[in-house]
């Protein structure tokens, strides 16, 4: 078994390293490993500040095409419990992106409340291109922080973009050539204020922000009505065969719009 993450702690903080596999793709395992982490930083007396490294292409497509199949739905909770355990952190949640967040890890980062990217770093929805849409809240929290009509152009394109430009559309809160090292050096100033105060504003931002039910339940039926239609099933086996001969789909080019 593949271990996807790894924790540590700095100075009072937490970290939680990425150790993505070669294809960069992330399976149901791998998301409750994360969970896991996450939960055990959460259960704390006091938890501390948390710096989370994103390497992630997207969930791994054999699993998806499983699901077209007629694996069950509910095996992808860990997904969705790990992205919801991000959101509700009790303490600042700093998502560190060196090389690339794209699908389900664009999800994962959505949900933080800082983003830092390295400036060549690689961040979009790439679900379109496979024939399918996201399905892990990524049409409702992206949005949110980009607003409507970058977040549409993203989801529709299937567009990848830079770090650059994910901080020019406000994405990502500031670039760095060394993220994880500027995201820990952010949070331990952050702690100096008192990790009372970083609990207790984290709960209060979090009562503040508005969410419908309603609509991460229209994205999951819109995720399912698409990833067993014969254009998914073939795009992913397409994207699976380039991936093993060490292609990656987030660097395939399509036309420059963003």
Same mark, same amino acid.
């Given at each position: ?13 937490? #970290? ?13 395992? =791998?998301? $409750?490993? #994360? #969970? ?22 997207? @969930? ?7 699901? @077209?199949?007629?694996?069950?739905? $509910? ?30 890890? #664009?999800?994962?980062?959505? @949900? ?8 060549? @770093? ?22 949110? +922080?980009? =607003? ?6 993203? +989801? ?83 994207? +699976? ?12 080019? +399509?036309?420059?719009?963003?």
């Amino acid at each position: 078994m593949h271990t996807y993450w790894t924790l540590e702690e700095h100075n009072g903080c937490a #970290l939680i390293r990425s150790n993505p596999t070669p294809r960069g793709t992330m399976t149901i395992e =791998g998301a $409750a490993q #994360l #969970l896991s982490l996450l939960e055990q930083c959460s259960n704390r007396k006091a938890a501390p500040p948390l710096v989370l490294e994103i390497t992630v292409l997207h @969930a791994e497509l054999t699993e998806l095409q499983e699901m @077209a199949l007629g694996r069950p739905i $509910a095996d992808w909770a860990p997904w969705v419990n790990a992205i919801s355990a991000v959101e509700n952190y009790p303490n600042l949640l700093i998502v560190a992106i060196p090389e690339q967040a794209t699908c389900g890890g #664009l999800e994962i980062s959505v @949900a933080a409340d800082i983003r830092i990217a390295k400036a060549t @770093a690689r961040l979009g929805l790439l679900e379109a291109r496979m024939g399918i849409m996201p399905g892990a809240g990524g049409t409702q929290r992206l949005p949110r +922080i980009v =607003g409507f009509g970058q977040a549409s152009a993203l +989801i529709f394109s299937g567009a990848v973009i830079s770090g650059e430009r994910a901080e020019k559309i406000g994405l990502v809160e500031w670039l760095s050539d060394d993220p994880i090292s500027s995201g820990m050096k952010f949070a331990e100033q952050c702690l100096s204020n008192s990790n009372e105060v970083l609990i207790a504003a984290k709960k209060a931002i979090r009562a503040g922000r508005f969410e419908n039910s309603d609509g991460y339940k229209t994205e999951g039926r819109g995720f399912l009505s698409l990833v067993s239609l014969p254009t998914a099933t073939t795009n992913m086996s397409h994207w +699976i065969s380039e991936q093993e001969h060490g292609a990656n789909p987030a660097l395939i080019p +399509i036309q420059e719009f963003l």
